[in-house]
């Protein structure tokens, strides 16, 4: 018996590419075509000593997520855009008394929740990953070509200050399977987020 299987209850199965739903504003799930999930990085400092280099952790920063729709005439993504960067506090340079200018809780309210979902071949949450505080970094509208018969995309980059990412597993998932340093606890979903530790609910703490 394989643990790489759909046919056993206890088996573990792996997330695919194509299962998952994006929400994000007034953006229809159906329109999103391709995201990129987020990424970090960690700065580093180093201390030289005589032959030696050490190095210590820094700060950790988010990568700007890209995010492609397609453009359908209705709902207009086009539209959509536009009305976002309006609702984030874009003005056209119309009158000289608007000093309104774009700012972040409008860029994050006009925007709303952002959220990644995983799913599984029954439709099952698997993971869920949530931008905080999110606002549209740029958006390309696309390109037009008479040689090409191709639906028209586009990509928008989306930049946040930090991610909440909720793990749901299934009630037979052995924490041992993931994690060495546990033995036989069985959790029904663990929390897992940037702020804190991920297993210290498995472990009971």
């Known amino acids: 018996m394989s643990f790489w299987s759909d046919n056993d209850t206890t088996a ?10 994006m929400n994000m504003g007034g953006v229809p799930q159906w329109i999103v075509k391709k ?14 000593y005589l032959n030696h280099t050490f ?24 539209a959509i855009m536009w009305d976002i960067l309006k ?18 809780q409008d860029g994050s309210t006009a925007l709303g929740n952002v959220q990644i979902t995983q799913i599984d071949g029954i439709g099952k ?5 949530s931008l905080k505080n999110p606002w549209i970094a740029g958006v390309k509208f696309g390109e037009l070509d008479y040689e090409s018969d191709n639906l028209l995309d586009l990509t928008l980059e989306i930049r946040y200050d930090f991610v909440s990412i909720d793990a749901i597993t299934d009630d037979t ?33």
């Open 55 to 78: 190095y210590y952790p820094g700060r950790v920063e988010y990568e700007k997520i890209s995010v492609t729709l397609v453009d359908p005439a209705a709902p207009d993504a086009t």
């Open 87 to 104: 609702k984030s506090g874009y003005r056209l340079p119309t009158s000289q008394t608007d000093l309104y200018t774009l700012n972040k």
């Open 12 to 21: 573990v199965l792996p997330k695919r590419q194509f299962r998952w739903v």
């Open 35 to 48: 995201v990129n999930k987020p990424a970090f990085s960690v700065s580093e400092g180093k201390h030289v």
């Open 125 to 129: 949450v698997q993971e869920r990953i």
């Open 173 to 205: 998932w052995k924490s041992a399977a993931t994690v060495g340093a546990l033995t036989s606890e069985t959790t029904t979903g663990v929390n897992v987020t940037s702020e804190g530790d991920p297993l210290k609910d498995v472990r009971g703490e």
